[in-house]
């Protein structure tokens, strides 16, 4: 028996940091821990426990797919400004299920053949297979965020991707995909801070590169872009889910509570056998 | 510093569990732990403190990938008669890396479209990429192995491969990559009694396939195959390692170990930045 996401909480995640009307991500403090009052150590307890869990979720949603005419899989779509946490993420709360039942797709520069086609197109090719749980490392978000701080495209091609993303993912969720879109939300101080320690760490400096400082003289234009697509594309079938990250533990659970709510939503059970067992374990015992 | 893999082993495991000249299958005992002289549960320990090391070696060598011009990466190819723990090996070994650094693929039956190509084209697209730890879940040595025991491909044919694949894993291991070449070797009991157990519990049923029966009878003939194989394809640039597998907590931390090997050989170490560290610390802290 699986234990409910939601124990550990004491309020529901989920509802907590979803983007619904009025959605300000200016009124978000990425100190805070909402939903969840206990402490750091409390939280590292509460991660081990949740990965057994999601470990099991995953082998019942593969088990069930390989057997059933079932189309269920998980899309775990992750935004941030640069060093927010998404590594941390896939390390740590996706590192918890069993690699051959997960998906990670890195989305860096669109490379020249990829520019030769819709934006839509590299991403289509990196979904995740019935029973997997995909992580997108970055996505089609880019196609809107540097997209429009950097004018990468016209604005009317901008304006036209949000519509285009919605029906996207209507289409996955329509499909069984539950995608499950955060956004990883730091201060600027705090990415200062990590920045830092980079360069103050002879073991970190391959994660740093110079392009970083420009970046963030244009924070805010990052944060108004990322204010429109929550506007644009926090839908019904695709909420996003702004997590304050500041706190890289807080940041961990509630993307593994994401990751749970949307697999009990699921409720993958094992499949029942497809042959006759008493059949079966004669002829073996004839072996 | 990185402890070196032989600490916990009473023998040098790479050489000892290496397929040289007149090497025979036959003589393995699968119940043995050659180089091992600890009980299970120091197992599980030393298990435990090689995955850190693993997951070090792999941040090391892809942080190198990404700075220097470097192409090492490691390849591990599994291959075992059924039931025989390829996948237990996926989860509690190669689990322990982060999962941004390793690439599974699991080879299936081929595709009609695979088929339209030489067998080793579905095997070439799916090499990791630099930095990388790819693992094949069977692989390339499944067009020699069921190919030769279910006669899917002419004797002449059969006889050519061993060859190609020669020549292929030249050409990767030239290029950087180092080939691991593992069978878990199980007793033909040992699967009879795993297969039961799927048989007996709901929650495995899913594993069970009325075909392992019709496989196991052939099972004279895969160690035949696997002899073949072995004698043609053990190499001094990518030699066969067979691990007995009948105790699945000697197969997990020799596999491990043939892994930290590979990674001491390439011995990565953190980049130098490609950047004034001074410079850009002075840059960050004007933002």
Redesign the interface.
Same mark, same amino acid.
């Given at each position: 028996m699986i234990a409910k996401s939601q124990k550990n909480w004491s309020g529901d995640a989920a509802a907590l940091l979803r983007v619904g009307e009025g959605f300000a991500l200016a009124d978000v403090d990425p100190q805070s821990t909402p939903g969840y009052e206990k402490t750091k150590v409390e939280a590292a307890e509460d991660l081990a426990s949740g990965a057994g869990q999601l470990d099991e979720y995953q082998e019942r949603l593969f088990?069930?797919s390989?057997?059933d005419a079932t189309n269920a899989s998980v899309l775990l779509v992750l935004q941030a400004m640069d060093s927010a946490g998404k590594?941390g993420i896939?390390?740590h709360v996706?590192?918890s299920v069993? /690699?051959?039942g @997960?998906s990670?797709t890195?989305f860096k520069k669109p490379t020249p053949e990829e520019l030769e086609h819709d934006f839509l197109w590299r991403v289509e090719r990196r979904l995740p297979e019935t029973g997997i749980i995909g992580v997108f490392?970055r996505s089609h978000y880019e196609d809107v965020l540097i997209g429009r701080v950097r004018e990468l495209a016209p604005t009317d091609e901008i304006e036209r991707r949000y519509g285009a993303i919605n029906e996207f993912e209507k289409r996955l969720t329509d499909g069984g995909t539950r995608v499950v879109k955060v956004m990883l939300h730091i201060s600027s101080d705090e990415q200062?801070a990590r920045?830092?320690e980079r360069?103050e760490r002879?073991?970190k400096?391959?994660?740093?590169n /110079?392009g970083d @400082?420009d970046e963030?003289?244009l924070w805010p234009k990052y944060m108004e872009a990322y204010q429109r697509v929550f506007e644009r594309t926090s839908t019904e079938h695709a909420p996003w889910h702004v997590v304050p990250a500041n706190r890289k533990w807080y940041a961990r659970i509630a993307v593994q509570n994401l990751l749970l709510e949307a697999l009990e939503s699921i409720d993958p059970q094992?499949?029942?056998?497809t042959?006759d067992?008493e059949v079966?374990?004669k002829?073996?015992a004839a072996?």
């Open positions: 088990a069930q390989r057997v590594g896939v390390r996706v590192g069993d /690699p051959q @997960v990670i890195a490392d200062k920045l830092e360069l002879p073991d400096h391959w994660k740093y /110079p @400082v963030r003289e094992w499949p029942a056998a042959f067992v079966e374990k002829r073996l072996t």
